[in-house]
């Protein structure tokens, strides 16, 4: 059931904003208002860090046990399973994933939580003796509009299995999923003042920082995670350093896939088509830039475009559908406007660009391919976040390194290669700016990125070591009567 005002939540119960404003959200299908959200301002986010200070220095979450702490965390991950409908209904809402998409995300999300319980279990019965942890602090924790339940999960799961009371700030545009977890997160047994939510703010004049900005800000922020579209996560970046405040940053990238002549054509374009629409391109890892060897070049931006003009699009919360809206109407305008620059200044449309017949309502967008998008072109290094993949030819190894590293951005957190030589997979490899690098492979997210994720963990702790010595050790006598000057030195 969708609330008629979405508020925030802190120290255990649904408070108003303290400037009593609020803003409307639209379904992204339709365009029209499901929802009021609270206006998030500097006194709502000190509200809700003196909620987590007060359950870090006298709740019990933090002095519990690491078997505790997974208890709970299990909990909470048999609950998300348990309301993937709804998580997903909420999806649609926000974002506008699609319904099936969105159930299988809940699954990862839940996985997250069981990961993190599993690491603090291991931990915690396999710690080196004398290494003692505790949580960091309170955790602030910033996330985006892309794949919005995920993305909090991924930040909220290692934060309480570490024992930090959390305050997040979800995406303005999609404050259903926060809710719908803080829900979850209460009913599984999370004390009051460990989660904590402050919803952000389309009111420009609102008085005081907005939420955002007043939780990067605050003193009592320990650590902060973000994630993010680039722009934003160099201001956030530039915030925390001016601060000393200790930050974990996860910014998208446009992901850039390489196709090289000798590649399997079938495999390469499954896998290209996948990472660029799936999710409808929202993902961190979308294939949103792909650079193709020219002898191939023709013939993968027709096997592109073919498919493109094939993948369904429509209400997200339709089983059948594959590509739902745009987020936001201003994403769609900002999106649509980039598009008709580049055209202009050269590329080529070979797919899609426009609204989809029989959508004349909402914010959808068919499945774009852009050929001939070259460095010179704005386009080629356009943030894009929707289902818009842009080609591009090279002739070297050489070049389609340099051109993948310059339409990436700072450190995208994918790259793809497609090649049958295995010795210039593995001598460009390297070369690619890229978190981490696919070679014939489709991203997977298997166990074992998802432990990786789950080993986040640590950053939410301080550790220390305790060195208790023996009855053997004496210490070294200085200014004792007749006392013999110790020659071995003991450090």
């Not at 993949?389 to 290669?417: H, I, M």
């Amino acid at each position: 059931m969708i609330p008629e005002t979405v508020s925030h939540f802190i120290g255990g119960r649904y408070v108003h904003s303290t400037l009593r404003k609020t803003y409307g959200v639209t379904d992204p299908a339709t365009g029209k208002e499901y929802a009021q959200v609270e206006v998030g301002v500097a006194a709502d986010v000190n509200q809700a860090v003196l909620a987590a200070r007060t359950a870090l220095e006298t709740g019990p979450w933090p002095g519990m046990t690491a078997l505790e702490r997974a208890r709970v965390l299990r909990g909470i991950a048999d609950a998300i399973d348990a309301r993937a409908g709804d998580i997903a209904a909420a999806e649609a809402l926000g974002p506008g994933l699609p319904v099936t998409q969105a159930t299988e995300q809940a699954a990862r999300a839940g996985g997250l939580f069981r990961l993190a319980a599993d690491l603090i279990t291991v931990r915690a019965t396999g710690a080196p003796s004398g290494v003692v942890t505790r949580p960091a602090g309170v955790a602030g924790l910033i996330t985006s509009w892309r794949t919005p339940f995920l993305a909090q999960a991924r930040a909220v799961a290692p934060a309480l299995a570490a024992g930090c009371p959390v305050v997040l700030k979800p995406d303005e545009w999609a404050p259903l999923p926060a809710a719908v977890l803080a829900e979850i997160a209460v009913a599984a047994g999370l004390p009051d003042g460990v989660i904590n939510i402050v919803h952000g703010s389309l009111h420009r004049k609102a008085l005081g920082p907005q939420a955002r900005d007043a939780l990067i800000a605050h003193p009592a922020v320990a650590r902060l995670s973000f994630d993010g579209e680039a722009e934003a996560g160099q201001q956030v970046m530039l915030e925390a350093v001016t601060r000393s405040t200790t930050l974990s940053a996860e910014v998208t990238g446009n992901s850039p896939c390489l196709i090289f002549a000798d590649a399997d054509l079938d495999q390469a374009t499954d896998s290209a088509l996948f990472g660029a629409f799936a999710l409808n391109g929202q993902r961190r890892t979308a294939t949103s830039t792909i650079l193709v060897e020219r002898p191939v070049y023709e013939t993968l931006v027709s096997r592109l475009a073919q498919r493109a003009g094939r993948i369904r699009v429509g209400d997200p919360s339709d089983p059948a559908t594959a590509l739902g809206p745009l987020p936001h109407a201003e994403h769609y305008d900002k999106l649509t406007a980039c598009l008709r620059l580049g055209i202009r200044e050269g590329a080529r449309l070979a797919a899609g660009g426009r609204r989809p017949p029989g959508l004349p309502e909402g914010n959808y967008l068919a499945a774009t391919v852009v050929a001939d998008v070259t460095p010179a072109l704005r386009l080629f290094t356009e943030e894009v976040g929707g289902p818009v993949v842009r080609v591009t030819p090279f002739d070297t190894d050489e070049e389609a390194v340099a051109l993948a590293n310059s339409a990436a951005g700072p450190r995208p957190a994918a790259a793809y290669a497609w090649t049958s030589d295995r010795e210039r997979a593995r001598r460009l490899a390297p070369a690619i700016e890229a978190a981490t690098i696919w070679v014939n492979s489709h991203n997977r997210h298997d166990l074992v990125r998802a432990d990786a994720e789950a080993g986040h963990v640590g950053f939410f702790t301080r550790s220390r070591t305790v060195l208790t010595a023996g009855d053997d050790t004496p210490a070294p006598l200085f200014g004792a009567a007749g006392a013999r000057v110790q020659r071995k030195d003991p450090c």
